[in-house]
């Protein structure tokens, strides 16, 4: 759980990077940025719920009155860190919003957040025609990327949760079975595990496993064949992503993979544990991506490995810093992120390893601990 004084010291660091940085106030929306300062996990609404947070004044949490008593509850609103303003069906909450940043904060920019809605950032913009916009990432990013201890505690609980859950489906009946019904079960399993929500459940088996993102669809598991589990929910707040690639032996596929995809196989598993060495405070984000590229590309299959190494996590799936050939953001004591390399033959199979690692002073700290060994599955 994430303490009052948390919510308190972060208002305070994001009040400060934004006076450094010329801007006036944040405005934001529902949303992770939201529920970083304030703990308040605002419904996405048409009615605007907004959290004005000056450089240098009053925070405070417009809400619709008919969510302004989930506003209060909130842990910054219980906390007294921000007031609630709450506003009636015929109010104008833009206006409001406007008037708030006008009263309080100097002449500088204004920062949205980046999934505000386009019907809220032109409202704003016409009540207030004279301000510059961006986006708050541009004060939040550095802030949200650098987890504390009770965060990355949250991030490990979420992580051996998913575990449990590759080990079990693992373990189970694949074959016969279709991609949609084994999400389904993983679905199930990731809240009995604890979780609060599933928020994927990626099950591509065979040919299908060559497209990271797959939806799973109505093809059934044969034997024989490879299948990607990539699956992540919400713990707390925070999220889980992992993914295991394992063969499913059994039926008259026989026991053992084919020669290739132990080879491929053997070579995303040694990318994903050089890329993982490679973690330290300093380190640019795009070398850990290059670590395991070259990995990849010096066994041939450069071209088949086709997105970054990782991303962000941490209230979002995907987050800041991603893990990307041209960042040159780097790696700090408390980052968390994906490392995740992948080889995908088209019409055939892939191959996709990924844990969610947080960089320590002592190197990476591996929040998942299911095996990465290959494992072939009676299926
Ligand atoms: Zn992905
Ligand atoms: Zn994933
Ligand atoms: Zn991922």
């Known amino acids: 759980v994430i303490s009052a004084s948390r919510y308190a010291e972060r208002l305070e660091r994001a009040r400060a990077a934004a006076a ?54 909130s842990p910054a609103g219980a906390a007294g860190l921000v007031e609630i303003v709450g506003w009636n ?6 206006r409001l ?15 949205v957040d980046d999934r505000l809605w386009a019907m809220h950032v032109l409202a704003l913009q016409r009540g207030l025609p004279a301000r ?20 990355i505690d949250l991030l490990r609980q979420a992580a051996h949760a998913a575990d449990r859950v590759i080990d079990q489906v693992a373990a189970g009946r694949l074959v016969g079975r279709t991609e949609a019904e084994v999400s389904r079960e993983i679905g199930r399993r990731l809240t009995d595990e604890g979780h609060d929500t599933t928020e994927f459940a990626i099950v591509a088996a065979g040919p299908n496993a060559a497209s990271p993102h797959h939806a799973a669809g109505d093809r059934r598991i044969g034997p024989g064949e490879a299948v990607v589990l990539d ?10 992503d992992t993914t295991r690639t394992i063969w499913v032996g059994g039926g008259d596929g026989g026991g053992e993979p084919e020669p290739e995809f132990v080879a491929v196989y053997d070579l995303v598993q040694r990318a994903q544990a050089e890329a993982t060495e490679a973690v330290r405070p300093g380190v640019s984000c795009e070398e850990i991506d290059s670590v395991a590229r070259r990995v990849i590309v010096a066994g041939g299959y450069g071209e ?56 320590s002073a002592r190197g990476a700290d591996v929040l998942n601990v299911s095996s990465r060994d290959l494992r072939v599955v009676a299926g």
């Not at 106030?25 to 529920?35: F, K, Q, T």
């Not at 069906?89 to 833009?94: A, K, L, Q, V």
């Not at 550095?142 to 009770?150: G, I, N, P, Q, S």
């Not at 699956?231 to 889980?240: D, E, K, Q, R, W």
Request: with cysteine.
């Open 20 to 73: 450094e940085n010329g801007v006036a106030a944040l405005l934001l929306g529902p949303g992770a940025d939201l529920r970083y300062l304030t703990g308040y996990a605002a419904v996405l609404l048409e009615r605007l719920t907004m959290l004005v947070l000056p450089a240098d004044g009053q925070a405070t949490l417009i809400a619709p009155a008919l969510e302004a008593m989930a506003a209060t509850e």
């Open 89 to 94: 069906e015929t109010d104008d909450p833009h």
């Open 97 to 111: 919003a406007a008037e708030l940043v006008e009263r309080s904060s100097g002449s500088g920019r204004l920062l």
């Open 132 to 151: 510059a916009f961006g986006l708050a990432t541009e004060v939040l990013a550095d802030l949200r990327m650098v987890k504390d201890a009770e965060e």
């Open 231 to 240: 699956i992540g929910g919400l713990l707390g707040g925070y999220c889980s």
């Open 304 to 359: 088949r490995f086709i997105h970054r190494v990782g991303h962000g996590i941490g209230l979002e799936a995907h987050e800041e810093p991603y893990l990307v050939a041209g960042s040159r953001r780097t790696l700090a004591e408390g980052v968390t992120f994906s490392i995740e390399p992948g080889i995908y033959l088209p019409g055939r199979f892939g191959v996709r390893i990924e844990d969610i690692v947080a960089c």
